[in-house]
């Protein structure tokens, strides 16, 4: 288990470091509610406290410092769990152990960072340089252009936006193209004090470092006044009607997005679930609609867990689209059916053994996996989670699918005509 | 447990790394195959690749057993990969089911691998990754219905822009040499396939001598060598030419666009460079990214001149040196709102930095930012496995290549890049807006 150093009611270091890795990595999660009023602004401040510190007042600078510390990087991005949005700023680089300079990584990284976040650079007006402002602003909006760029993207985000429709996680993890435009520079130092007094932290470190040396130097920043929001999460059940959106567009191959909704209250039942539905090259939707009857070429599941929703997507011709939804549905009703073999219930388990006992390779699934249990009562280890898993039934299986319920779907009809 | 080290290295040769501490293990079976156990301590994911020196661009051969070259559609060692998944007895999925490993496969320009990641069962799933390559099973049933999937992932890849600004640039830049075609071929060429080209290409290329094994993470050697014994089996050696057509040394076509449904312009800005002999060597790999790193980083003046005009992102503004046998191009590419004007801007800065050469200061940090991105990849099992087998299809040696980086001078970085990305080899691609 690893080890939760709680600096106050709202802000937790998570140890997980491990000395069989060559690199580190300290991780900030700002967990606050996702707002239109204040999403967009929250994304372009992410990027601009990263950008310059007072130390490195100078772009060129600060990327030099870290191409001497090896390659290293200071990075941010946001994404969103359930209703809340995450404003993440992280480092990596290599442990001390390789550095052939003898430098102390860790020190020299953590303060860059810590600079960064907590005493952010701010130009004579008091705000933050305009130069930040205006490119960190121009790539938001590009990153939500080049969204629109990858097809496969694109439909999932659009499909999601239609299932949370009445819901906060309806909301781009960005805000809107136009708030992004509508930013008002002025305002932002107000933003970004309240990103620092209002957030729920959670600071992971893993890899091989100091830890003792990160926590005490990380705990010293957190001598001022906070008074944190109370973080919510809402599941709102399927609609009672079918929610069906369309549209066309110049493209070889149309993509199919269906999004449920569950009142399933048993998480490890809906993992497994969802691995036997489309989490696997065995499972029924790549077995069945993928290779049986060739309706599409990628057709896969997973579960939002949080926002107790399941989004579906595929890549199908223009004239399979409907025979593509049929047979999906079918899979579903199969497993509602309890038409599910011993084969196919064994082969999910030890899928998600798999990659459970696989988490503690790799820094960053590490990491995510605890991300993922912020909300929850109780933290498990894989190993913990894995024998959740065992325990789930068959009959728990059947009953999570019969609690699934088909919500919205989304299609994006190709309408470029093959010779 | 206790590892009888002295056994080992009867039959095994240790291959170490003072520099990064690790260290592998390789040997060649009897039958021709090469196979090498890269150990990870503490790690619990085992990650094994099976493959072969065949790819996309292997459409032309001829075998030591026969006495003309043949010439064979488009497609076909992608086609493979697909169809050697499926045995008489079924899906091999469902074999990798029953252990529990994730199994995948990829074709490449240059090599077709088969994979799986494991971190239970390790020994059965890897006696299954052994047995379904070597029993390849094709049926003018199974080809045909082949056909109607391959033709979906073809389409799936005109929709995307990076892919077509890529092969759109290679086309442009190859009069003659296949790595310009899809790797998956085309509706048209993999429509000519048949169960007798498929067994014809098997039967060259998935010959134990042109294959290599790697097994990274969590494996002993002699349970391998074990496993190895039992399912290896011999094929009578062969040797196999690849013929490539004679390529000239001019570009097809300087500027290269395309309409497509994106809402901001994609770029992709190629230098060709002349290939003599079959592979360019760790050192002058090496020599290469430290000059991209040192023209193109985020660290570097040309970063920033390119981001203060707004032609780049951060996030997708990336470079890198592309090559094999018989080709080999530096590359940029990104997002840009005026991709012409940033090919400007880096041929300004190719000219400028000729002139000067890199600085002594810029030339140290870029290679220790080289040199922090190899430590950083043997954290991960794929990517030390991935490594391993690309290096060894292309007759180089993963360490060698990280300490060549300790003894490159700056000299040989200047002299190299007065050799690469000339002006006039230079091919600009670039994916618009629809109108």
Redesign the interface.
């Known amino acids: 288990m690893p080890n939760f150093c709680d600096i106050s009611d709202s802000v937790r270091i998570i140890n997980l470091t491990d000395s069989k890795f060559k690199t580190f990595r300290i991780a900030f999660k700002m967990l606050l509610p996702l707002d239109k009023e204040t999403a967009s602004e929250h994304a372009v401040l992410t990027s601009i406290v990263c950008r310059l510190t007072n130390e490195y007042p100078e772009y060129t600078a600060l990327s030099r410092k870290l191409a001497s510390l090896y390659g290293a990087s200071i990075y941010s991005d946001i994404t969103k769990m359930g209703d809340n949005q995450v404003l993440n700023v992280a480092l990596s680089g290599i442990s001390g152990k390789y550095a052939f300079g003898g430098e102390k990584m860790e020190q020299e990284l953590l303060s860059i960072l810590l600079s960064a976040v907590f005493t952010p650079l701010k130009d004579e007006r008091g705000l933050f340089p305009e130069e930040s402002f205006v490119q960190e602003k121009r790539q938001i909006i590009e990153a939500i252009e080049a969204d629109f760029n990858d097809k496969r993207i694109y439909a999932i985000d659009k499909c999601l936006k239609e299932l949370y429709r009445n819901e906060k996680a309806g909301l781009s993890k960005y805000g809107t193209l136009e708030s992004v435009k509508n930013i008002d520079e002025t305002k932002l130092p107000k933003f970004w004090n309240n990103v620092l007094k209002k957030a729920q932290f959670v600071i992971f470190v893993s890899g091989d470092c100091d830890y003792k040396y990160i926590e005490n130097t990380v705990r010293e920043k957190f001598n001022f006044e906070r008074a944190p929001y109370k973080l919510t999460n809402e599941a709102k059940k399927a609609g009672q009607e079918l929610h069906v959106v369309s549209e066309e567009m110049k493209l070889a191959q149309s993509k199919l997005v269906l999004g449920f909704k569950t009142e399933c209250e048993d998480i490890n039942a809906m993992k497994l679930m969802s691995v036997i539905f489309g989490g696997s090259p065995t499972s029924k939707l790549f077995m069945n609609v993928r290779e049986k009857l060739s309706l599409c070429y990628y057709c896969s599941c997973r579960p939002a867990l949080l926002k107790k929703a399941l989004l579906v997507e595929s890549g199908v011709e223009t004239d399979k689209l409907e025979a593509a939804k049929e047979a999906i549905l079918k899979e579903l009703e199969d497993i509602r059916q309890g038409n599910i073999t011993e084969e196919e219930f064994t082969a999910a388990k030890l899928a998600l053994y798999n990659s459970l006992n696989g988490i503690e390779d790799s820094l960053y699934s590490l990491e995510i996996f605890y991300q993922n249990q912020i909300f929850d009562s109780e933290v498990l280890t894989p190993m913990e989670q894995l024998k959740k898993i065992e325990a789930v039934s068959l009959s728990d299986v059947i009953n999570a699918a019969k609690l699934t319920k088909l919500d919205t779907v989304y299609t994006l009809v190709g309408t470029t005509v093959n010779n | 447990m206790v590892i009888d080290m002295e056994n080992i290295n009867k039959l095994w040769k240790k291959v170490e790394s003072e ?2 501490g690790d260290h592998y293990f390789t040997l060649t079976h009897p039958t021709g195959l090469e196979i090498f156990v890269y150990p ?6 085992t990650f094994a690749i099976f493959g072969t020196r065949y790819g996309s661009i292997d459409n032309c051969f001829k075998r030591s057993d026969e006495l003309e070259a043949s010439v064979v559609p488009e497609g076909i060692a992608h086609f493979l990969e697909h169809k050697l998944f499926e045995s008489e007895e079924g ?1 091999t ?2 074999k ?8 995948n496969a990829f074709t490449s320009f240059e090599s077709t691998c088969y994979l799986f ?4 069962n390790i020994y059965p799933s890897l006696e299954i990754l052994l047995d379904f390559v070597q029993s390849p099973y094709f049926t003018e049933e199974t080809v045909k ?1 082949e056909q ?2 391959i033709g ?2 073809i ?2 890849y ?5 892919w077509c600004s890529m092969f759109n640039m290679l086309k442009g830049m190859y009069h003659k040499h296949p790595i310009k075609n899809d790797i998956a071929g085309t509706v048209e060429s993999i429509s000519k396939i048949t169960p007798e080209y498929l067994y014809r290409c098997y039967n060259t290329f998935y010959n134990l001598s042109n294959m290599a094994l790697v097994v990274v993470g969590n494996a002993e050697c002699d349970k391998v060598l074990d496993i190895c014994d039992k399912l290896l089996k011999r094929t009578e050696p062969m040797q196999v030419e690849r013929i490539y057509e004679a390529e000239p040394e001019t570009v097809v076509e300087p500027y290269i666009e395309q309409k ?5 312009p ?1 770029f992709q800005l190629g230098f060709k460079e002349s290939v003599k002999g079959k592979h360019i060597d760790e050192k002058t790999i090496a020599e290469t990214e430290i000059i991209l ?1 040192a023209m193109a ?5 040309l ?2 001149r390119l ?2 005009m ?1 032609l780049i ?4 503004f990336s470079y890198e040196f592309f090559e094999g046998e018989g080709h080999a191009a530096v590359m940029f590419g990104g ?1 840009s709102r005026d991709p012409q004007k940033v090919a400007e801007e880096i041929n300004k800065e190719i000219k400028k930095l000729k002139e000067i050469g890199i600085d002594k200061e810029t030339f ?3 290679k ?6 190899n ?2 990849g ?4 794929s990517a030390i496995a991935n490594a391993m087998i690309s290096m060894k299809f292309n007759g180089r040696e993963l360490y060698k290549y990280i300490d060549s980086l300790a003894v490159i001078t700056l000299e040989d970085v200047n002299r190299r890049l007065r050799e690469i990305m000339m002006e006039d080899k230079a091919v600009l691609s670039v994916i618009l807006p ?1 109108d």
Request: no cysteine; charged share 25%.
């Open positions: 520099r990064t990870k301590k503490n790690f619990s994911t899906d999925f469902l990798f089911a029953a252990t529990g490993a994730s199994a990641s494991a971190t239970q219905k109607g999937i979906q992932e389409k799936m005109e929709d995307d822009p990076g497509m449904s994106v809402a901001l994609l790193d980083s985020d660290a570097s003046p970063f920033k981001y203060d707004q992102n951060e996030s997708s997002e140290e940090i870029s220790r930012s080289i040199y922090g991105s430590i950083s043997l954290n991960s099992s629809e």
